[in-house]
């Protein structure tokens, strides 16, 4: 059996075991994880090719990454929220109307945290297949940095 820290020496770096992972998908497949309800397939996925490659002892988490900034797509408002924003006056297509009102609401905080999945090996290492498009790309996050990681959905610090 071979342990993710062993097959890491040799590849060098989670960003390159990641790199292969996405080598070995079809180009419409990846497209379809990196939206951002597609995590929780994502993980699965990247988990197969690291049991294919002889990697044991990992398991897919499901969490909330932080974000740097609130989310605030049309999906990410409860029916309350929309009722609320549209008793405030805001154009309910309009994106930016939508993203200040979270921001000055008793939302913010907590609208920065994002359902998520991610595969986490027995050390407690965090390997996110996608995170780099579904939130540095779309600058949701400056980083992937392992503190943005948590089982709840408030701040760890």
């Known amino acids: 059996m071979i342990r993710l820290t ?10 390159s075991l990641i790199a292969q992972w996405k080598q070995t998908i079809r180009p419409s497949e990846l497209k379809y994880f990196c939206k951002r309800d597609n ?7 990247f988990m197969q090719f690291l ?3 002889g990697v044991h002892g990992l398991k897919r988490i499901e ?9 605030y797509d049309k999906a990410d408002f409860t029916k309350e ?11 309910w297509n309009n994106a930016n109307e939508r993203k ?6 008793k939302y913010a905080e907590q609208w920065k945290f994002i359902p998520h999945y991610w595969v986490q090996d027995s050390q407690g290492n965090i390997y996110d297949a996608i995170g780099e ?3 540095v ?6 980083d992937l940095n392992k503190d943005r990681y948590s089982l709840t959905d408030t701040p760890n610090h």
Request: charged fraction near 25%; glycine fraction near 8%; aromatic fraction near 10%.
């Open 100 to 105: 200040q009102w979270i921001e000055n609401s």
């Open 137 to 142: 790309k779309t600058k949701l996050a400056k």
């Open 133 to 135: 498009e579904q939130f």
């Open 51 to 53: 049991t294919k490659q």
């Open 6 to 15: 062993d097959l890491l020496k040799e590849i060098v770096s989670p960003e």
């Open 63 to 71: 969490g909330y990454f932080e974000a740097d900034s609130v989310v």
């Open 81 to 91: 929220m929309k009722q609320e924003f549209i008793s405030d006056g805001g154009n």
């Open 39 to 45: 995590c929780g397939p994502a993980a699965l996925s």
